[in-house]
C-alpha cells in the first residue's frame, strides 16, 4: 500500500504564474487535508475535503488558492498569480476517517516563487 | 482556541544522552495529542499519539510521551539518543469533537546530536 503521494516534490514558479499541487491520498482514503508550512513556522491547517466536496477551507487565504478532490483522480491545491510569499512546503495527508488520529501525512511539495 | 508551545526551539545533546522535548497545550477540554518528526526535505513521520485511556505513550525509534493533564504537558523522551535522531519535532494537537481535523501545531524543536 503505498503512502500518501505528493507531486510534485519541487516546484518553482515566477511571479504571476499558477502552481498546481498534487496529492494521491492513500488507497482506501477518502478524506484529504492540507497543510502549509512557512518558513521558520509550524504547519497550519489550509483545508478538509472529501470526495466531490470542500468540508472546511477556513485556512485558505480568501483570494489565489483554491482546492478540490474529484471523484476520481488526485485532490489539486491550486494557487493562482503566486507572489513570494507563497513560498512553503505543502503538505497533504488523507485518513480513512474523519480526523488526524488515524492520518498520514505525504512527502510535500516545496514551491519556490522567484 | 488551542495553542501548542514548544519550549527551546533547539536543544542540542550527546549521543547516548537522555532527549527530553517540551510541549505544552493550551486547551479547554483535553484534546487528541501527537509528536511528529521531520527530516531535512522530507514529510511529516508520525511518533506517537494520546488519544485516551494510557497517559504514557510509546511511539517508534523508542520514543515516549506522557500526558500530563494538570501540567498541560505532553512532553516527549528518549533514553538514549542516537545520531539518527537529528531532525525537527513538532508537538501538535486536534480537538475531539468536530474538528478533529484540524491539527494546532507548534514551532518546531530541531534536535541535534553530537557524537
Known amino acids: 500500500n503505498a503512502g500518501v503521494m505528493q507531486n510534485p516534490r519541487h516546484l518553482v514558479r515566477r511571479r504571476g504564474q499558477e502552481a498546481r499541487l498534487r496529492c494521491s491520498p492513500m488507497?482506501?482514503?477518502?478524506?484529504v487535508y492540507w497543510y502549509r508550512q512557512l518558513p521558520e513556522e509550524g504547519l497550519k491547517f489550509m483545508v478538509y475535503?472529501?470526495?466531490?466536496?470542500?468540508?472546511?477551507e477556513s485556512g485558505m487565504p480568501k483570494e489565489r488558492f483554491s482546492a478540490e478532490f474529484p471523484k476520481e483522480g488526485p485532490s489539486i491545491l491550486r494557487i493562482q498569480q503566486v507572489v513570494r510569499g507563497d513560498s512553503a512546503a505543502y503538505f497533504c495527508?488523507?485518513?480513512?476517517?474523519?480526523?488526524?488520529?488515524?492520518?498520514?501525512f505525504g512527502q510535500g511539495t516545496r514551491l519556490t516563487v522567484v | 482556541a488551542q495553542s501548542v508551545t514548544q519550549l527551546g526551539s533547539h536543544v542540542s545533546v550527546s549521543e547516548g544522552a537522555l532527549v527530553l522535548l517540551r510541549c505544552n497545550y493550551s486547551?479547554?477540554?483535553?484534546?487528541?495529542l501527537f509528536w511528529y518528526v521531520q527530516y531535512p526535505n522530507q514529510g511529516l513521520q508520525l511518533l506517537l499519539k494520546?488519544?485516551?485511556?494510557?497517559?504514557l505513550v510509546k511511539g517508534i525509534n523508542g520514543f515516549e510521551a506522557e500526558f500530563k493533564k494538570s501540567e498541560t504537558s505532553f512532553h516527549l523522551t528518549k533514553p538514549s539518543a542516537h545520531m539518527s535522531d537529528a531532525a525537527e519535532y513538532f508537538c501538535?494537537?486536534?480537538?475531539?469533537?468536530?474538528?478533529?481535523?484540524?491539527?494546532?501545531f507548534g514551532k518546531g524543536t530541531l534536535l541535534t546530536v553530537n557524537p
Open positions: 495527508a488523507s485518513s480513512p476517517l474523519t480526523g488526524m488520529t488515524e492520518a498520514f
Open positions: 488507497k482506501g482514503h477518502s478524506h
Open positions: 475535503l472529501q470526495k466531490e466536496n470542500i468540508i472546511d
Open positions: 486547551s479547554s477540554v483535553p484534546p487528541y
Open positions: 494520546y488519544t485516551s485511556a494510557a497517559t
Open positions: 501538535a494537537v486536534s480537538p475531539r469533537g468536530g474538528s478533529n481535523y484540524k491539527l494546532t
